[in-house]
Structures are given as C-alpha cells and as structure tokens.
C-alpha cells in the first residue's frame, strides 16, 4: 500500500484480531434496525435482470469476458448450438445456459452436417465427379 493511504478499516483503528467482532457488530446493528433491515432484504432479493433472449458472437464474448475466438471455436466444435443469419451467428440465451453449465457437455450436430463411414473415399469420388465434368478443350 503506498504511503499515506489507508483503507477505511484502518481509519477506524480496527485490526486483524477486531475484524469479526466489528462485523458481528454490524450484522446485529442492521438487524436491531426494522428499516435498515428492510432495505437490506431489498438490496439482497433485487431482481436480477434477465439476459438476452440472443447473443451475436462478439456481445456473448463481452458479457461472458472471454474472446470472440473462444465463442466461435466452441460453436465449430458443436459444443454451443447457433445460427448463421446475414454472415453472424446468433446464440440463443438458453444454449448460453446449457454450454455454461459444468454438469453438460453435450456437442450439437448443425443439421448440414453429414456423418459417413469413409470421409476420405467420399471427398475423394466428389472431387473425381467434379473433374470428370469440366470440359477440357484441346489446343
């Protein structure tokens, strides 16, 4: 701590070994006090406000505090279910529940996403059929 600041605990002359009993004396002030005790009870039970119903990947980012390349990494690897309109994902408030909660992980399939045996043979013949229908004009 720099020199000539103190915090207000310390301008109150209290210690280490008086902490708990100032904090005890608070709690039993507040307490003692129907008003004060009432807004304490409003503070404490405030409702929260509720959060967006969607999230683009850069608002989800801000609120969440993580990088933009963390959101979209976790929508590439199906872990956070969205949508692409307009060339933006959008996230849906509740995926953001479910991909926040520890006790799921799930991976979401898009539905253009395909499963096959033999990935390779298949992009193989594709790109055969592909070649085999451009026309090749001979000088």
């Known amino acids: 701590m ?19 009993t100032l904090a005890d004396a608070i709690v039993d002030a507040l307490a003692s006090t129907p008003d004060a005790l009432a807004r304490l009870r409003q503070l404490v039970e405030a ?3 509720a959060p967006p119903a969607a999230y683009t990947v850069e608002s989800l980012a801000a609120t969440l505090r993580i990088s933009s390349k963390s959101v979209r990494n976790a929508v590439a690897r ?6 692409k309109r307009a060339g933006r994902w959008i996230i849906s408030g ?3 529940v479910q991909w926040c909660r520890p006790d799921v992980r799930r991976r979401f399939l898009r539905d253009d996403a ?19 229908s451009i026309d090749v004009v001979q000088p």
């Open 47 to 49: 409702p929260q406000p």
């Open 2 to 20: 720099r020199p000539g600041t103190e915090t207000a605990a310390e301008a109150l002359g209290v210690t280490e070994g008086t902490r708990h």
């Open 114 to 132: 395909r499963k096959c045996d033999k990935p390779l043979t298949e992009a193989l013949a594709r790109f055969d059929r592909q070649v085999s």
């Open 78 to 83: 199906g872990e956070l279910a969205a949508v």
């Open 94 to 96: 509740d995926a953001v």
